[in-house]
C-alpha cells in the first residue's frame, strides 16, 4: 500500500516486459494511482548536432533528482555539460559516470556559507556560459529566477515541441523538483520514466559485507536538520540476524565487535557507494534529503526491496511519504 501525505494510493503491479529502453525510440510504462490508469508515452527522440550545458539546482539530492533530465538530454545532444559545486564533485561524477556522453563542470567553492555559495555557483555558471560556450550550443537552467544575466537557449525541435503531461497518476511529493522539471518544459513522466540509479562497484562490494543480514538503513541528518528516528521503528535492531546502517553514525559500541566493524566500514561512503545496500534493504527509514531523493522514485518504480519505507520531513519530523508492503 502506498500511503503519500495521508492519500493511499494502491499498489499496482508493473509489466516489465513491456519497457523498452532503446537509443532513438525510447518507450516506457509509468503506473501510480488508485485506478489502474497507465500512463503511456513514446519518446521518439533524436539527436542533434549540437552540445547543451544543463544548470541543476545545487544540492547533491538535486543533482539526484534532476539523473532523469540529464538522461534524458543525453539521447538529444552529442554531449550533455553538467555544472555542480566543486565540493561534490566526487557524488556527481559517481553519478552520471553510467551516461557515456555526460561531462561534468565543476565550478570552484568550498562548502562554506549557503547564501555565499549560491552568489559564487550563480556567478560561476554566468560567466562561463557568457565567456566559454559556443554560441551554437543550447542553454537549459532549471533555476531561471537566479539568472539575471543568461538565460535558457533551446533549439531542439523534440524539445521545442513537446508538450509536458500532468495528472493526479503521476504527482511527485517534492512540488520543488516538480517545479524544476516545468522549468526545463518537462514534466513528471520524465523525471519517474528515466529515473535510474545504477549500481557501482563499491556499492556491491559494501552490500555484500552485509547482505546476510535484514538491513535497517537510517539517515537523520540533511544539511541543516537532524531528526530521530522513533524507538518504535529499530525494535528489531537487537535481534542477531538484523543490522542498523547510518552513513553518518555507528549505533554499535565496540564491543559488539563485528556489527560494530560491519557499521563502522559504511561511515564516510559517498552517497552512490550505499545504493545496492538502499535497494536490497529490508527498511529505510531516512530525512528528506539527498538518499529520500533516490529512495523515493525508486520505491514508485517498485525497484526497492523494502518492506517498510519512510521518508521524514526535515521541518517537523512528519511523515512526508510511507510505504508497507
Known amino acids: 500500500m502506498f500511503k503519500i501525505n495521508n492519500i493511499h494510493l494502491n499498489k499496482i503491479r508493473h509489466n516489465n516486459n ?15 494511482g488508485n485506478h489502474l490508469n497507465v500512463i503511456k508515452r513514446n519518446y521518439n527522440v533524436k539527436k542533434i548536432n549540437k552540445n547543451v550545458y544543463f544548470v541543476p539546482p545545487a544540492g547533491i539530492g538535486d543533482l539526484i533528482s534532476m539523473r532523469s533530465a540529464v538522461h534524458f538530454l543525453s539521447l538529444l545532444y552529442n554531449t550533455v555539460y553538467v555544472f555542480h559545486k566543486s565540493f561534490i564533485s566526487k557524488n556527481a561524477i559517481e553519478l552520471y559516470s553510467h551516461l557515456n556522453n555526460v561531462q561534468m563542470i565543476p565550478i570552484n567553492m568550498e562548502n562554506i556559507n549557503k547564501d555565499i555559495n549560491a552568489k559564487k555557483y550563480v556567478n560561476g555558471i554566468t560567466f562561463y556560459c557568457i565567456n566559454k560556450i559556443n554560441k551554437i550550443d543550447d542553454i ?12 535558457s ?22 512540488k520543488n523538483v516538480e517545479q524544476f522539471y516545468k522549468n526545463i518544459h518537462l514534466d513528471n513522466n520524465v523525471y519517474y520514466n528515466f529515473f535510474n540509479i545504477p549500481n557501482t562497484a563499491t556499492s556491491i562490494e559494501l552490500y555484500n559485507k552485509i547482505k546476510h543480514y535484514k538491513i535497517i538503513f537510517i539517515h537523520t541528518i540533511s544539511q541543516n536538520k537532524t531528526i530521530v528516528i522513533p524507538h518504535i521503528y529499530l525494535k528489531d535492531a537487537n535481534d542477531e540476524n538484523t543490522i542498523i546502517i547510518n552513513p553518518d553514525k555507528n549505533y554499535y559500541n565496540p564491543s559488539d565487535t563485528i556489527k560494530y566493524e560491519l557499521a563502522q566500514s559504511i561511515l564516510n561512503n559517498s552517497v552512490m557507494s550505499l545504493i545496492t545496500i538502499i535497494k536490497n534493504a529490508h527498511k529505510l527509514y531516512v530525512i528528506n534529503s539527498c538518499f529520500s531523493c533516490m529512495i523515493y522514485p525508486l520505491s514508485v518504480k517498485n525497484q526497492l526491496a523494502a518492506k517498510h519505507i519512510i521518508v521524514f520531513n526535515r521541518d517537523n519530523s512528519k511523515k512526508l511519504y510511507e510505504r508497507v508492503r
Open 153 to 174: 537557449r533551446i533549439t531542439h525541435p523534440y524539445l521545442l515541441n513537446y508538450k509536458p503531461f500532468y495528472h493526479k497518476n503521476n504527482e511527485c511529493i517534492y
Open 18 to 32: 513491456n519497457n523498452n529502453n532503446k537509443l532513438f525510440f525510447v518507450k516506457y510504462k509509468y503506473v501510480l
Open 140 to 151: 537549459i537552467i532549471s533555476i531561471p529566477t537566479y539568472f539575471k544575466h543568461i538565460k
